[in-house]
Nanobody, 112 residues
Framework: QVQLVESGGGLVQAGGSLILSCAAS????????TTWFRQVPGKEREFVAG????????TYAVRVKGRFTISRDNAKDTVYLQMNSLKPEDTAVYYC?????WGQGTQVTVSS
């Protein structure tokens, strides 16, 4: 069965960096974009970044432009989210999505 597994979250000081990974298995994903979302308790899940299957087109939420970079390695069935200059407002559970499939999320906590 299809599984998406996020990893790389943790606790970091403001201004620090983390890289998240989303590893896919159990399916064929050629042609599908991958999207990162984040969510905090009591709020709606928020779009963060997206990337086409080829990697040729990326999109970012205004709040993360210039700080986050999304990339992929299709040979490894993995999408990455490099997060730099982290702010406390970035604290959330981060999820990846391919088609209708979601991972279980990885917690990112940014302290001031």
């Amino acid at each position: 069965q299809v599984q998406l597994v996020e990893s790389g979250g943790g606790l970091v000081q403001a201004g620090g960096s983390l890289i998240l990974s989303c590893a896919a298995s159990g399916g064929t994903f050629d042609g599908y974009p991958t999207t990162w979302f984040r969510q905090v308790p009591g709020k709606e899940r928020e779009f963060v970044a997206g990337i086409t299957w080829s990697g040729g087109i990326t999109t970012y939420a205004v709040r993360v432009k210039g700080r986050f970079t999304i990339s992929r390695d299709n040979a490894k069935d993995t999408v990455y989210l490099q997060m730099n200059s982290l702010k406390p407002e970035d604290t959330a559970v981060y999820y990846c999505r391919i088609s209708s499939y979601w991972g279980q999320g990885t917690q990112v906590t940014v302290s001031s």
